[in-house]
């Protein structure tokens, strides 16, 4: 199930709000030029889905979204709970960061927790399967997968680079709860 934690941005960093409800928590992000929207794929998917048996059943949502965002390329990421670099992953993620490009994420499984600086607030939302966040190109964030994470996303990209951060060096990220002690 998604949640939204609202956190002052700035110390002692108090936590302002929670929000369970879909659709509050979506408009809450508007402000911030964040999408988060809900797909259903219409197609059930194997038990253990390949990668193409995901893009295939996503296909229709994947094509609009290219075609409104000028995105060029797609992949799949997964990260699950043994993969043996999942602490230094972790570790990439956990900095503040901006992307030159949109970051553009639908869990297919799983969850992780972004957080999002924008207005005097972090918000930290939790993405679970069905959503698809859109952080806008230039919008300070981070991202903490958990201590265990299990998750496979669809990642949309309009440079052919990917996923480039560019660190923002304020430790913000260390003063707000990671995932484990957040919700």
């Given at each position: 199930?998604?949640h939204?934690?609202?956190?002052?941005?700035h110390?002692?960093?108090?936590?302002?709000?929670r929000?369970?409800?879909?659709?509050?928590?979506?408009?809450?992000?508007?402000?911030s030029?964040?999408?988060?929207?809900?797909?259903?794929?219409g197609?059930?998917?194997?038990?253990?889905?390949?990668?193409?048996?995901?893009?295939?059943?996503?296909?229709?949502?994947?094509?609009?979204?290219k075609?409104?965002?000028?995105?060029?390329?797609c992949?799949?990421?997964?990260?699950?709970?043994?993969?043996?670099?999942?602490?230094?992953?972790?570790?990439?993620?956990?900095?503040?960061?901006?992307?030159?490009?949109d970051?553009?994420?639908?869990?297919?499984?799983?969850g992780?927790?972004?957080?999002?600086?924008?207005?005097?607030?972090?918000?930290?939302?939790?993405?679970?399967?069905?959503?698809?966040?859109?952080?806008p190109?230039?919008?300070?964030?981070?991202?903490?997968?958990?201590?265990?994470?299990?998750?496979?996303?669809?990642?949309?990209?309009?440079?052919?680079?990917?996923?480039?951060?560019?660190?923002?060096?304020?430790?913000?990220?260390?003063?707000?709860?990671?995932?484990?002690?957040?919700?």
């Open positions: 199930m998604t939204l934690i609202q956190y002052a941005d110390a002692p960093f108090a936590e302002r709000a929000y369970g409800d879909f659709d509050t928590i979506a408009a809450a992000l508007i402000p030029g964040v999408v988060l929207e809900r797909w259903d794929a197609a059930v998917l194997p038990d253990q889905p390949g990668d193409a048996d995901i893009m295939t059943a996503y296909a229709a949502d994947i094509a609009r979204l075609a409104s965002g000028g995105y060029l390329s992949d799949v990421l997964r990260l699950g709970p043994d993969h043996p670099d999942r602490a230094a992953i972790r570790a990439k993620f956990l900095d503040e960061h901006v992307h030159d490009d970051e553009v994420r639908f869990f297919v499984a799983g992780g927790l972004f957080y999002i600086r924008a207005g005097g607030t972090v918000h930290a939302l939790e993405c679970t399967a069905g959503d698809l966040i859109v952080l190109a230039g919008i300070a964030h981070w991202f903490d997968t958990g201590e265990r994470p299990d998750f496979t996303v669809i990642r949309l990209f309009v440079t052919p680079e990917g996923w480039v951060a560019r660190y923002t060096g304020d430790p913000i990220s260390r003063s707000i709860p990671l995932y484990e002690g957040a919700l």
